[in-house]
């Protein structure tokens, strides 16, 4: 089935500091979302997009909606502990055969720098 | 804010048991998920369930399994005869029609533990 290549796997974070993450698929996706997952939690939706090229903001949150619609990166800029978690994107391709529902990353593990 | 809620938060069973996993999704949402997440893993599709049917399952959601709509406010999925790697966490997900159908609102989920 379809994969989405969820990069990277894990990245340490010091407060003030930028952060970017990304997915990729040979698929074409007509949707991307981004959650958010604390432990022992449910992923929270951070972020939909819906057209190509599409660049959408949530606070300190921005995502965007690859032109070629294979891909989509999350920026966080001026990360807090808080941000801390399992980012996971998740997609729906654009082919009948896989129907409506969402394929998701394996996630990007943000922790904090000690 | 409404949200999806999901009981219990964990559920202990022995393996060959059946276990019902129970949800209340948002009061206005039409579309109903589970999703399954083994430990340290990413999240997986079960199934998808629209106007009291079945849209779409995937690979996983065998025979075992079986989702129900018992009355206008829970959503249920059944495992009828728990293997050991049925433990996961489960969760219930659900979404508006028109354009928010994809934007798919997930409840705390479910620890299954089988033994």
């Known amino acids: 089935g379809q994969q989405l290549n969820q990069s990277p796997q894990s990245m340490f974070i010091q407060e003030g500091e930028d952060v970017s993450m990304n997915c990729t698929s040979s698929?074409?996706?007509?949707?991307w979302l981004w959650y958010k997952q604390d432990p022992g939690e449910g992923p929270v939706l951070l972020i939909a997009?819906?057209?190509?090229?599409e660049l959408t903001s949530n606070g300190r949150l921005t995502a965007q909606f690859g032109i070629t619609r294979k891909d989509s990166f999350l920026n966080i800029s001026a990360s807090i502990p808080s941000d801390v978690g399992i980012y996971f994107c998740a997609g729906r391709v654009c082919e009948r055969k896989y129907g409506n529902k969402l394929v998701f990353g394996a996630g990007t593990i943000l922790r904090v720098k000690s | 804010e409404p949200e999806v809620t999901q009981t219990p938060s964990h559920q202990v069973t022995q393996m060959g048991q059946e276990v019902i996993l129970r949800c209340v999704p948002i009061s206005n949402h039409l579309y109903f998920y589970w999703y399954r997440q083994i430990l340290g893993q990413k999240v997986e599709f079960l199934v998808s369930f629209y106007n009291n049917e079945i849209s779409e399952k995937s690979e996983i959601f065998d025979d075992q399994f079986s989702v129900e709509r018992p009355d206008g406010s829970n959503f249920t999925l059944k495992i009828r005869s728990t293997k050991l790697e049925d433990s996961a966490m489960y969760f219930c997900a659900s979404s508006e029609s028109q354009r928010g159908w994809y934007e798919q609102y997930f409840g705390p989920g479910t620890r299954l533990t089988v033994t």
């Open positions: 698929s074409i996706f007509n949707t």
């Open positions: 997009l819906y057209k190509a090229g």
